[in-house]
C-alpha cells in the first residue's frame, strides 16, 4: 500500500484529496496549513483563541466517508443572526479544540465522528501568524492581509512566522515515511509556501525518500504571481525546498471562454500560466474542471474562493496512473 501526504491549504487540498480517495490501496494523509486568519476562521481565531479550523475542515469533508447530508452540515453556513457567515463545521472544530484540551486531538476526534478514509494533520500545533517582509522593509502581516496585498508591485524580500513555529511531530512522521508528497495546488503564498517554511518541514523532506509530485497551479493570482510561467513555479518551489521535485503535473485542458472571461473580469491581466518548460519530469493531462465555482451568499463574511479549479477525479487518473506505473 503507497502512502500518499498532500501538502496544502484550503479549495486546493479540498480537490485533490476528493478524488484520491477514490484511488484503492493507498493510505493518505493531509498535513494541512495553520495561517489562515480570514472570513470565519479568523473571526473564531480572533474571538476564542483558537488554532484556525477552516482549512482542516475542508480536508476532512474531503475524505469523510460520512453520508452526503453530514459532509454537507460541516460545510453547512449560517446566514442569519451572530453566526451569520460561520460554517457549522468551523465552530465543530472549535469547540472539539476546547473540550479535548489541543487542536490536534479536536481533529482526530472530528475524524472519528466523520469516518474520514485517511488521516487530516495540522502542519504545526503553534500558533502561525505569517508574515511577508518587503523590498522596502515594510512588512504585511498575517495570511489574510497578505492575500489581499499587491506583493509584486515592491517585491519579496522575505516571508517567516512571528515567533517559533515547528513542524508538527505527525506531520514529520507522515512526511518521512511517504511513498508520495504532492506540494499544492492553492494559493501559492498563503496555502502552499506557509507550509514549507514550518521550521523542521525542509529537513523532513531531505530526509524522506519520498517522490515529490508538484501539480502547477491552473492560474495566477493578481499582485501575487502575476505572469508567472511553469518554470517560475517550479524554481521558486525547489528554492524552499532546497531539492528538486521529481514529478510537475500540467493541466493541458483549455479553459472555456466563460471560465476566461470571469477570470480576466476579477483576476485582470497575466493570470494564464504559460507552459514554457521541456522537462522529462513533466506529465501533461486534462485536469480542468468545467463547473464555475462562485462563492455563495451565505458566506458573508470575506475570504476569497478559487473558481476555476482542478477536476478531483481526472487530477486522481492522473495520479492513480502515474503511482501503477511506477
Known amino acids: 500500500m503507497k502512502k500518499i501526504v498532500t501538502v496544502g491549504g484550503g479549495t486546493g487540498s479540498f480537490t485533490v484529496l476528493s478524488g484520491l480517495k477514490t484511488i484503492p490501496n493507498i493510505s493518505i494523509t493531509a498535513v494541512v496549513s495553520m495561517a489562515d486568519d480570514g472570513g470565519s476562521t479568523g473571526v473564531l481565531r480572533d474571538q476564542l483563541g483558537v488554532l484556525p479550523p477552516g482549512d482542516v475542515r475542508q480536508c476532512l469533508v474531503a475524505l469523510s466517508e460520512h453520508s452526503d447530508v453530514v459532509r454537507e452540515l460541516m460545510n453547512y453556513r449560517f446566514s442569519d443572526g ?118 523542521g518541514f525542509t529537513e523532513a523532506i531531505l530526509s524522506s525518500k519520498a517522490k515529490i509530485i508538484l501539480p502547477i497551479n491552473l492560474t495566477n493570482k493578481q499582485g501575487h504571481t502575476q505572469n508567472w510561467n511553469v518554470s517560475d513555479y517550479v524554481a521558486d518551489i525547489e528554492r524552499y525546498l532546497n531539492k528538486k521535485v521529481d514529478i510537475i503535473l500540467i493541466n493541458n485542458e483549455p479553459p472555456t471562454k466563460e471560465q476566461i472571461d470571469i477570470y480576466n473580469l476579477k483576476e485582470g491581466s497575466g493570470i494564464s500560466v504559460q507552459d514554457d518548460m521541456n522537462d522529462g519530469r513533466i506529465i501533461r493531462e486534462p485536469m480542468l474542471s468545467s463547473l464555475i465555482h462562485e462563492q455563495t451568499k451565505e458566506d458573508v463574511i470575506p475570504a476569497v474562493r478559487g473558481f476555476i479549479r482542478h477536476d478531483s477525479m481526472k487530477l486522481a487518473k492522473c495520479i492513480n496512473n502515474l503511482i501503477n506505473n511506477n
Open 82 to 199: 451572530a453566526l451569520s457567515g460561520h460554517s457549522f463545521g468551523n465552530i465543530f472544530l472549535a469547540a472539539l479544540e476546547k473540550v479535548t484540551g489541543n487542536f490536534k486531538d479536536g481533529v482526530e476526534v472530528a475524524s472519528e465522528i466523520l469516518k474520514v478514509n485517511g488521516a487530516v494533520v495540522p502542519v504545526t500545533n503553534n500558533k502561525a501568524i505569517l508574515s511577508i517582509v518587503l523590498k522596502d522593509k515594510s512588512t504585511v502581516e498575517g495570511e489574510d492581509k497578505i492575500n489581499n496585498t499587491d506583493l509584486q508591485k515592491v517585491g519579496i524580500e522575505d516571508m517567516h512566522y512571528n515567533g517559533g513555529v515547528a513542524l508538527n511531530e505527525s506531520a514529520e512522521k507522515a512526511l518521512l515515511e511517504a511513498d508520495y508528497i504532492i506540494l499544492g495546488p492553492g494559493n501559492y503564498y498563503c496555502s502552499v509556501l506557509p507550509n514549507l517554511i514550518v521550521k
